[in-house]
């Protein structure tokens, strides 16, 4: 049976602005306001190239709209939105020039700096000047080694006002990471930070510089950034042919007048990696105008962004979702910056930075709220959140206990926005909205210009049944490119093999009669037991209800031509994995999912590898249990997690 959690009250939807669109719409095109999501979404698929065309009048976006609406073409990925239209994406981040607050930065430690719109234009005007001065171009591309602080956003808004190319790894990279992404793209300059700090420990950066010019001769220039609120690390950093510019110094330049200029809508903007758990990481390069418009549309009218709103989302800048929360400048929202370990001291430290800061929409991930469910976190009583209207969750599936937890413990009257999207479009598949009510284990719709669908393996429409997560019709937030990619192999490698024309996204997925949707997991990793396809997400949210367990690593291993369900545990330090537990887990999943999800075998495990963005990687696992070749342990944070997998003699019984 379905749970409803919330549902937005009346007053409020008409005040929305998803509302003030469909009277837009109505004005302009005579569409009939009727407040009903599906039908609004219908017409935004039929009618692609108006819609689009009217997210950029609608928010007022700065630049030359052209007349060319779309440029069509029989091959998916080649469709072209709105192509001679122009635009700046900086200018459009920075709506506003005065002493109002723009950005908020805090450490792990509670070092806190803010920043003015002013102060905003100012930095970035300088660097934008520093960088053309030293002879940077459009099309060049700019590095950055950096944590989630000001001074990166300030960099990111430079390079894209001159029209360079940026990219972005965080300090958690190891040098390896770095050099195997950066040096695909043959950057000119690298940002880089001198430390950072996690849990309490400070670590240097700034010692693996040598190693990374050594191994991508393209950069001529290293710009270092201290550390928000130190004093930057001594370091030898006498390289040939090398030039070394410190922050302070770049900000000292008087001259803080720009024009900028306008680029075409599909210049290219930012160029974004794929995990790389799979081998060398996949450069994806994103273009300007289809990144704005995409989250302008998200944040705007499914998340009612508005003025003076303050946004958080817990990032690094390796992930897209530190892209998503710097576009919310354009919406002339202030953004907080949050950068270390998000349990510092305190299990509930991101929500009461929440409270402290006034939080409108706080951003944070599936896994962050098992945490706090696990540690038995009640904030409910201890914090006011009263200016909080939207919660979002990412980076997994959000289990119906994950949603129990935020409207018990977290706030009673939130808006629970479970998104999923992915690098590959810098943005949302499928995402909240003010239309439709919240209801547990749902993601409520799908994303409005986004022709989202499920299919089977034939290619058929399906509902109420698992299937594959797919796109029918192209939108402007596609890969510009994949870097190096001749013939657009990778590209079409990566979302074209399994239905002709058709993005697949590789999402395991199901459309409830609601129209929500609940994603199982990734489909090359779900578990064919007998031939019978199970989410491992569905394993996952019955594990994690044990006190007992504190998280949980489900794959699927050959055996005997099948497949065999194999569950690890890691469990709480009080606990032992007893014959009596593994029995207890077997008949909850069997009782709450089906016979066919029961593991085979349950082992205990003191860690379980991930991504840097935290994302658990069960191919490596299965790949390690099956004796296979890991590609690439460079993606993981914790490598040697492996090694536990290794030679345990009662997986081959």
Same mark, same amino acid.
């Given at each position: 049976?379905?749970?409803?959690? !919330?549902?937005?009250?009346?007053?409020?939807?008409?005040?929305?602005?998803?509302?003030?669109?469909?009277?837009?719409?109505?004005?302009?095109?005579?569409?009939?306001?009727?407040?009903?999501?599906?039908?609004?979404?219908? !017409?935004?698929?039929?009618?692609?190239?108006?819609?689009?065309?009217?997210?950029?009048?609608?928010?007022?976006?700065?630049?030359?709209?052209?007349?060319?609406?779309?440029?069509?073409?029989?091959?998916?990925?080649?469709?072209?939105?709105?192509?001679?239209?122009?635009?700046?994406? $900086?200018?459009?981040?920075?709506?506003?020039?005065?002493? %109002?607050?723009?950005?908020?930065?805090?450490?792990?430690?509670g070092y806190k700096e803010n920043k003015t719109w002013s102060d905003l234009n100012v930095d970035v005007i300088k660097i934008s000047k520093l960088l053309r001065e030293i002879g940077i171009k459009k099309n060049d591309r700019i590095a950055a080694y950096l944590p989630n602080c000001i001074e990166t956003m300030e960099a990111f808004l430079a390079s894209a006002a001159i029209g360079a190319i940026w990219s972005s790894c965080s300090p958690d990279f190891g040098t390896k990471g770095v050099v195997e992404r950066f040096s695909q793209i043959n950057p000119k300059v690298l940002f880089i930070v001198?430390?950072?700090?996690?849990?309490?420990?400070?670590?240097?950066?700034?010692?693996?510089?040598?190693?990374?010019?050594?191994?991508?001769?393209?950069?001529?220039?290293?710009?270092v950034i201290p550390y928000p609120g130190t004093d930057i690390s001594k370091e030898n950093l006498n390289f040939k042919q090398i030039s070394v510019l410190e922050w302070k110094n770049i900000l000292n330049c008087e001259d803080i007048h720009m024009n900028f200029e306008l680029f075409e809508f599909n210049h290219p903007l930012a160029i974004l990696y794929s995990s790389g758990t799979t081998g060398k990481p996949k450069c994806i390069c994103h273009r300007t105008g289809g990144v704005l418009l995409q989250h302008i549309k998200e944040l705007y009218l499914h998340c009612d962004i508005n003025p003076n709103d303050k946004i958080f989302y817990f990032t690094t800048c390796g992930w897209m979702m530190w892209n998503w929360l710097?576009?919310?400048?354009?919406?002339?929202?202030?953004?907080?910056?949050?950068?270390?370990?998000?349990?510092?001291?305190?299990?509930?430290?991101?929500?009461?930075?929440?409270?402290?800061?006034?939080?409108?929409?706080?951003?944070?991930?599936?896994?962050?709220?098992?945490?706090?469910?696990?540690?038995?976190?009640?904030?409910?009583?201890?914090?006011?959140?009263?200016n909080l209207k939207t919660i979002c969750s990412t980076g997994s599936p959000l289990s119906k206990d994950g949603f129990n937890y935020v409207y018990q413990n977290i706030k009673k009257d939130v808006h629970l926005a479970s998104i999923s999207g992915g690098t590959d479009i810098v943005s949302c598949f499928v995402l909240g909205n003010l239309y439709q009510p919240v209801i547990s284990g749902e993601i409520q719709n799908k994303g409005l210009g986004m022709?989202?669908?499920?299919?089977?393996?034939?290619?058929?429409?399906?509902?109420?049944?698992?299937?594959?997560?797919?796109?029918?019709?192209?939108?402007?937030?596609?890969?510009?490119?994949?870097?190096?990619?001749?013939?657009?192999?990778?590209?079409?490698?990566?979302?074209?093999?399994?239905?002709?024309?058709?993005?697949?996204?590789?999402?395991?997925?199901?459309?409830?009669?609601?129209?929500?949707?609940?994603?199982?997991?990734?489909?090359?990793?779900?578990?064919?037991?007998?031939?019978?396809?199970?989410? $491992?997400?569905?394993?996952?949210?019955?594990?994690?209800?044990?006190?007992?367990?504190?998280?949980?690593?489900?794959?699927?291993?050959? !055996?005997?031509?099948?497949?065999?369900?194999?569950?690890?545990?890691?469990?709480?330090?009080?606990?032992?994995?007893?014959?009596?537990?593994?029995?207890?887990?077997?008949?909850?999943?069997?009782?709450?999912? %089906?016979?066919?999800?029961?593991?085979?075998?349950i082992f205990p495990i003191k860690d379980i590898p991930k991504t840097k963005n935290g994302k658990i990687v069960e191919l490596a696992v299965k790949q390690t249990i099956e004796g296979d070749q890991i590609k690439n342990l460079e993606a993981l944070v914790n490598p040697d997690s492996l090694n536990q997998f290794k030679n345990i003699k009662k997986l081959y019984e």
């Open positions: 049976m379905t749970k409803t959690f !919330w549902k937005c009250s009346d007053e409020e939807l008409k005040k929305s602005n998803l509302f003030n669109f469909e009277d837009f719409l109505k004005k302009k095109y005579g569409l009939k306001h009727n407040n009903n999501y599906e039908k609004l979404w219908k !017409w935004t698929i039929e009618n692609s190239a108006e819609f689009w065309k009217s997210i950029w009048e609608f928010s007022n976006v700065k630049g030359q709209l052209g007349n060319r609406l779309i440029q069509f073409s029989e091959i998916f990925y080649k469709n072209e939105f709105l192509s001679d239209s122009k635009l700046n994406f $900086t200018e459009n981040l920075l709506p506003k020039n005065d002493n %109002s607050l723009a950005a908020t930065f805090i450490s792990e430690n001198d430390k950072y700090f996690y849990n309490g420990k400070e670590i240097n950066v700034l010692s693996r510089s040598k190693e990374i010019l050594k191994n991508i001769p393209s950069i001529k220039h290293l710009i710097v576009s919310s400048l354009a919406l002339k929202a202030s953004i907080v910056l949050f950068d270390g370990f998000p349990m510092y001291k305190k299990d509930d430290l991101l929500v009461e930075i929440a409270n402290a800061e006034n939080i409108t929409l706080f951003g944070i991930s599936a896994k962050y709220i098992d945490a706090l469910r696990k540690s038995r976190i009640t904030t409910i009583n201890k914090f006011n959140l009263s022709d989202v669908d499920i299919f089977d393996e034939k290619g058929n429409s399906i509902k109420n049944k698992k299937g594959e997560l797919v796109c029918k019709k192209p939108f402007p937030s596609m890969p510009l490119k994949f870097w190096n990619d001749e013939g657009d192999k990778k590209y079409k490698d990566a979302y074209f093999t399994k239905y002709e024309n058709i993005w697949h996204h590789g999402d395991y997925a199901e459309i409830k009669d609601s129209g929500g949707f609940v994603i199982y997991g990734r489909s090359d990793t779900t578990l064919n037991p007998g031939g019978v396809r199970l989410g $491992t997400a569905e394993i996952y949210s019955e594990v994690e209800k044990f006190d007992e367990i504190i998280e949980s690593l489900v794959v699927g291993q050959s !055996w005997d031509n099948d497949i065999r369900i194999i569950l690890f545990v890691i469990l709480d330090t009080k606990y032992n994995l007893t014959e009596e537990l593994i029995m207890k887990i077997k008949k909850q999943i069997k009782k709450n999912a %089906s016979p066919k999800h029961v593991p085979y075998k």
